[in-house]
């Protein structure tokens, strides 16, 4: 294959994926970011002592990470190195019960029975039904673009479709947790498995019962050096491999002549490009960067997925009893957290989960502390008063987690930063500040969210969180090998 040059435009986790991929095939690439450093929301905060991952706070399914260093013919150990956790997550439920959930299915069941009102196989049969929804549907919805008619001449495809009504999408993932336990703490423990794509358990499709799976039979790890060395691991690779790398450079259009993707537009410079690749938003991409171009507008349209309000606390203590995750769960909705949400739908859940990520290394806090990362799912940036709501906010987490864990744990904060919707869509580009694009809060939403290469310009392809096949660590890994497939099939010599 030729050395054809590929502009991309960000340098998010699926910017370097794909990067990495295209420069295997012999391309020439460069990335254009306008932050100072590579990862989009996978970057890391340093204040006095403490360090902070800034975005996702689980790593699953590794093996999408390492596949880009098998392609690269790399050692990844000489990169990048990562535990698997034996817990997966302590459950806090305000009645008292703690709750361990064990990476071992067998022990997580056993465990269950002794805290829930739930069998043994109760458990198992929910693990082995999640195990099918995603053996039957993954080569469909994840593996591959969703707007090729390749796609659905294949015996995967016909074999999905022959089994639909035992995918759940009929009915919405709180109605399928619901019929399956009679224990409401139980339920609410898998109706949490909706927020790994910013979604509701009352509006998005059964279907969703299968991201359990990918916990219990893949497993959950946490990188050594934290999450943010899975951004310094790839960028490294990238740039061992000749990738060029633009900090500070922010692409003001991309230019097409004739239908065709053929510059970008950097800080007012003409830089000439044979393919472009765009890592922003699809929303702004088209808003900013194509802005005299026919905007998909059915699709740029879609509800977006819930963002996040995220409180990052350097605490002057250690707290035995709080493993690497932990999850409180709060019952006092209405009392407590309703004004998030007031009318907006995308996260229309009667049930907010604190999630709390506590790491004490020596590198994350100093001796004797914790770093928390304290997070709860709010709806997308529309104007609301987010000052006002961090304030509340943050009162009712306070109290809320000092009655829990019986201290008063504002006396014990000693630095203190804050990440809310908006900061979160002027860091990252994201539309409204969402974290994963799209909602998933419709069972036609994997087909509504836009391709990973335009229908009206050639040679202009779609990475990241807000297309196909959607957000988080795992997906975005998989939009970049998605990208890089069609690109090599596009250009074939």
Same mark, same amino acid.
Not at 15 to 33: C, K, S
Not at 76 to 95: A, G, P, Q, T
Not at 119 to 127: M, S
Not at 281 to 306: C, H, I, M
């Given at each position: ?78 990169? %990048? ?32 029975? *002794?805290? %829930? ?23 469909? %919805? ?50 949490? %498995? ?65 239908? *065709? ?26 808003? *900013? ?205």
């Amino acid at each position: 294959m030729s050395n054809k040059k590929v502009v991309i435009i960000g340098s998010g986790i699926a910017g370097l994926a794909v990067a990495i991929r295209l420069r295997n095939q012999n391309f020439e690439v460069e990335v254009y970011e306008s932050n100072s450093y590579p990862g989009g929301k996978l970057t890391e905060i340093r204040t006095k002592g403490y360090r902070f991952d800034c975005g996702p706070s689980l790593f699953t399914m590794p093996q999408f990470v390492e596949e880009l260093f098998t392609i690269s013919d790399k050692n990844v150990k000489d990169y %990048f190195e990562y535990e698997k956790k034996e817990v997966v997550c302590n459950y806090f439920y305000e009645d008292g019960t703690k709750f361990k959930a064990l990476a071992n299915t067998e022990k997580f069941a056993k465990e269950a029975e *002794k805290t %829930f009102d739930v069998e043994n196989a109760q458990i198992l049969q929910y693990f082995e039904n999640s195990k099918l929804k995603y053996d039957l549907t993954s080569s469909l %919805f994840l593996n591959k673009s969703l707007h090729k008619l390749s796609t659905y001449l294949s015996l995967d495809t016909i074999r999905a479709i022959t089994r639909i009504n035992s995918l759940g999408i009929n009915k919405n993932l709180h109605g399928l947790n619901a019929k399956q336990f009679k224990d409401p703490r139980l339920v609410q423990f898998f109706d949490r %498995f909706a927020t790994y794509n910013g979604s509701s358990p009352y509006l998005t499709p059964g279907i969703m019962s299968m991201i359990p799976h990918l916990e219990q039979y893949y497993g959950t790890f946490f990188p050594k050096g934290g999450m943010h060395s899975i951004t310094k691991s790839l960028y490294k690779l990238a740039t061992d491999l000749g990738v060029t790398f633009h900090f500070k450079s922010k692409v003001d259009e991309i230019v097409t002549n004739n239908k *065709k993707a053929t510059a970008v537009i950097v800080d007012g410079v003409k830089k000439g490009a044979d393919l472009v690749i765009s890592n922003m938003d699809v929303v702004p991409t088209y808003r *900013k960067l194509l802005s005299n171009q026919k905007s998909p507008e059915k699709t740029l349209k879609q509800p977006r997925s819930s963002s996040a309000l995220i409180f990052y606390w350097g605490i002057k203590k250690e707290f035995p009893e709080l493993d690497l995750h932990n999850i409180f769960f709060s019952k006092n909705y209405k009392e407590e957290f309703e004004y998030i949400f007031e009318k907006k739908q995308v996260f229309d859940d009667p049930t907010v989960y604190i999630n709390i990520t506590v790491k004490n290394e020596s590198n994350d806090a100093p001796r004797g502390c914790e770093n928390w990362f304290v997070m709860i799912n709010v709806p997308g940036n529309e104007g609301q008063d987010w000052d006002k709501i961090i304030d509340k906010s943050r009162k009712n987490i306070l109290n809320k987690l000092s009655k829990l864990l019986k201290m008063d744990i504002e006396e014990l904060i000693e630095t203190e930063e804050i990440l809310d919707p908006r900061s979160i869509e002027s860091n990252t580009q994201s539309y409204q500040g969402s974290l994963y694009g799209s909602s998933s809060n419709n069972k036609y939403a994997a087909f509504l969210r836009h391709p990973n290469f335009s229908k009206s310009i050639k040679n202009l392809y779609f990475c990241g969180g807000s297309v196909h096949p959607g957000g988080g660590i795992p997906l975005c890994l998989l939009s970049g090998k998605i990208v890089s497939e069609l690109i090599q099939k596009d250009f074939k010599p």
